[in-house]
């Protein structure tokens, strides 16, 4: 699918020319874009909740989740994972901390773990978001500007992985990524300050002509983020 190289190119390079931050959950519950994670993080007592719904090989992933602030930039969370065709859920344990906070001259950093516990499977990461512009676009509060987000893990994300956000307006925020193993991108629509509707597609590179493919899948998702 060569034309999804355009799309997903052109945010990539959007997001590398103008600061911002965001806490919102991902589709699998820690704050980032879609699967990958960014620099960001909770600032202490301040939360987020979600719920996701996601089709993949034809089966619905359901994703309950939430996260917690316990100090300055040292979020923990837990995402309530289970398969439409499992009686089972699992219970994923994730932690991230962000040791670097963004400026002008360098980039926010943060490295994290997500399933602690081994449910699925353990993944260690680190990561680096940035933005490079001095023009502050805002919202209530919160900046607006592109960002690329760049980490390379273990585990699930195995490997290097990449990430473009933007926004248009104040209220759409457009996202693509290579999560290390497939191409994803999505769109996030920010009804008000602290509610989100998620909306994305999953492994858009996916051939399928490749036996080992999970094929192509569409999600959808509600998140609420509570800033003190």
């Given at each position: 699918?060569?034309?999804?190289?355009?799309?997903?190119?052109?945010?990539?390079?959007?997001?590398?020319?103008?600061?911002?931050?965001?806490?919102?959950?991902?589709?699998?519950?820690?704050?980032?874009?879609?699967?990958?994670?960014?620099?960001?993080?909770?600032?202490?007592?301040?939360?987020?909740?979600?719920?996701?719904?996601?089709?993949?090989?034809?089966?619905?992933?359901?994703?309950?989740?939430?996260?917690?602030?316990?100090?300055?930039?040292?979020?923990?969370?837990?995402?309530?994972?289970?398969?439409?065709?499992?009686?089972?859920?699992?219970?994923?344990?994730?932690?991230?901390?962000?040791?670097?906070?963004?400026?002008?001259?360098?980039?926010?950093?943060?490295?994290?773990?997500?399933?602690?516990?081994?449910?699925?499977?353990?993944?260690?990461?680190?990561?680096?978001?940035?933005?490079?512009?001095t023009n502050l676009r805002a919202y209530r509060g919160e900046t607006l500007n592109p960002r690329v987000h760049i980490g390379f893990g273990g585990g699930r994300l195995s490997g290097l992985f990449v990430g473009g956000s933007t926004y248009f307006g104040n209220r759409v925020e457009l996202l693509a990524e290579w999560d290390s193993i497939a191409v994803n991108m999505g769109m996030r629509w920010r009804v008000t300050p602290e509610f989100t509707v998620h909306l994305g597609g999953f492994n858009l590179n996916d051939k399928q002509n490749d036996r080992f493919s999970t094929g192509a899948s569409f999600g959808v998702g509600a998140s609420y983020n509570m800033t003190y």
């Open positions: 699918m060569r034309w999804l190289c355009v799309p997903f190119c052109l945010i990539i390079i959007a997001a590398a020319c103008l600061p911002g931050n965001c806490t919102i959950p991902s589709f699998r519950g820690y704050t980032g874009l879609m699967v990958v994670p960014s620099a960001d993080a909770l600032g202490k007592g301040d939360w987020n909740a979600g719920v996701f719904f996601e089709n993949v090989a034809n089966q619905t992933i359901n994703d309950y989740v939430l996260n917690y602030g316990i100090a300055q930039g040292f979020e923990v969370g837990i995402d309530r994972f289970q398969l439409s065709d499992e009686r089972d859920s699992h219970t994923i344990l994730n932690a991230k901390y962000k040791f670097m906070t963004e400026t002008s001259a360098q980039p926010a950093i943060a490295a994290g773990i997500t399933d602690l516990t081994d449910e699925i499977e353990t993944t260690v990461y680190a990561v680096a978001s940035k933005t490079f512009s």
